[in-house]
C-alpha cells in the first residue's frame, strides 16, 4: 500500500511538473497600469506561459530605470526599458551615476528584442498650445523626476531653448497627470508611451485631447544630439485630434538578466515572433524581426541570439 501510495504521490509531482513546464518561472517587470508596457507585457507573459515551458509572470513597475536596477538586484528576470535608458544605464550617465556625479554604469543585462516605439506625447486640453515654445511660463508635467520621461522633457525642450526653469514644472506619472489635465491643474503632459496610451485614450474619452507637434528643424537639432530618438508620425485618428501629429520616438526593449538561462529567453522572444498574430494585443502589429534585432549598443542575450541565428540575422553579443 505505501509502494501504491509513493506511486501515485510521484506521479501527481510528475503531473503537477508538466502542467507547470520546466519549473522555469521568470517574472516581467512593465511599468505602471495605465501605460502599454502593463497591457502588452501582460498580453506577452500569458501568451509564453500558455505555449511553452517557460511560465512568464508580468507584475507593474515604476518603468525603466526601476526595471533595470530590479534586474541587476535579481527581484525581476525580464524587464521593459525605453531605448535611450537603457543607452544610460549601460554607459553609466543620467540616471546612473554616484553622489558624486561618476558614471555608475549597470551592464549585467542583455537585450532581448525591440518590440515597438514610443511616442513622446506631448498632450494638452488647450488648443491654444501649438508648440514646444508655447508651453514657456506653464504648468507641466515632465515625468517623475530622475524618470525616462523627465530627461525626455528634458532634450525636447532643449532643442526649443527651454530649460526645466522656464515652465512650472509638475513631476507626475501618467494617470496622475490625465487626472491634473482634467482637473485644469496642469497646461500639459510629456507621456512616453506607445500610441494609443491607455491614459490618454481615457482623457480622450471625455475631452478634446491635442498633441503638440514638433517640427522638422528641432527634430533634426534633437536627433544630432540624441540619436536614440526617430521621427514619428501619430495619425489623427489614434485619439481623435484634428491632425495628425508629428514627434520623436524612442524604442520599447526587452532586456533580461545575463544570469537568465539561454533557453528561456528563447522560448520567449521565439514564441513572441513566430506568433505575431496571436498575441491579444494591438501593438503586435507594429512587431517586426528587423526592428526586433535591431538595438547596436546593448549586446543581446545568448537565447535571443540564438533565435535570431535561426533567422539568417547576426546581431552583438557579449
Not at 287 to 311: D, I, M, Q, R
Amino acid at each position: 500500500m505505501k509502494k501504491i501510495l509513493a506511486l501515485a504521490l510521484a506521479l501527481v509531482m510528475v503531473f503537477a511538473l508538466a502542467a507547470c513546464g520546466s519549473g522555469t518561472t521568470l517574472t516581467f517587470g512593465t511599468g505602471g497600469d495605465s501605460g502599454t508596457y502593463y497591457a502588452f507585457g501582460g498580453a506577452l507573459a500569458g501568451y509564453v506561459t500558455e505555449k511553452t515551458d517557460t511560465a512568464v509572470t508580468a507584475v507593474t513597475s515604476n518603468g525603466s530605470q526601476a526595471n533595470i536596477e530590479d534586474i541587476a538586484s535579481g527581484n525581476i528576470q525580464l524587464g521593459f526599458v525605453q531605448s535611450d535608458v537603457m543607452d544610460y544605464a549601460y554607459n553609466g550617465t543620467r540616471l546612473f551615476v554616484d553622489d558624486a556625479g561618476e558614471p555608475a554604469p549597470v551592464t549585467n543585462f542583455s537585450t532581448v528584442a525591440a518590440l515597438y516605439m514610443e511616442q513622446v506625447q506631448i498632450v494638452t486640453l488647450n488648443p491654444e498650445i501649438k508648440t514646444v515654445a508655447d508651453l514657456e511660463g506653464r504648468n507641466v508635467s515632465i515625468g517623475a523626476l530622475g524618470s525616462g520621461v523627465y530627461f525626455n522633457a528634458l532634450d525636447i525642450l532643449g532643442a526649443y531653448d527651454l530649460t526645466e526653469e522656464d515652465i512650472t514644472p509638475q513631476y507626475q506619472d501618467f494617470a496622475t497627470s490625465v487626472d491634473s489635465l482634467k482637473d485644469g491643474k496642469i497646461d500639459a503632459a510629456f507621456i512616453v508611451s506607445g500610441a494609443p496610451t491607455t491614459a490618454v485614450v481615457d482623457l480622450a474619452s471625455g475631452n478634446d485631447v491635442y498633441l503638440v507637434s514638433l517640427d522638422d528643424e528641432h527634430i533634426d537639432k534633437l536627433i544630432a544630439s540624441s540619436p536614440y530618438y526617430s521621427k514619428n508620425v501619430i495619425a489623427a485618428d489614434v485619439y481623435g485630434t484634428p491632425e495628425d501629429c508629428t514627434t520623436v520616438a524612442v524604442g520599447a526593449v526587452v532586456i533580461a538578466g545575463n544570469d537568465v538561462s539561454e533557453d528561456a529567453v528563447y522560448d520567449f522572444v521565439s514564441t513572441v515572433f513566430e506568433n505575431i498574430g496571436e498575441l491579444g494585443h494591438a501593438k503586435q502589429d507594429e512587431l517586426s524581426l528587423e526592428f526586433a534585432s535591431s538595438v547596436t549598443n546593448v549586446p543581446y542575450h545568448p537565447g535571443a541570439a540564438k533565435y535570431f541565428a535561426e533567422k539568417g540575422i547576426e546581431v552583438p553579443t557579449a
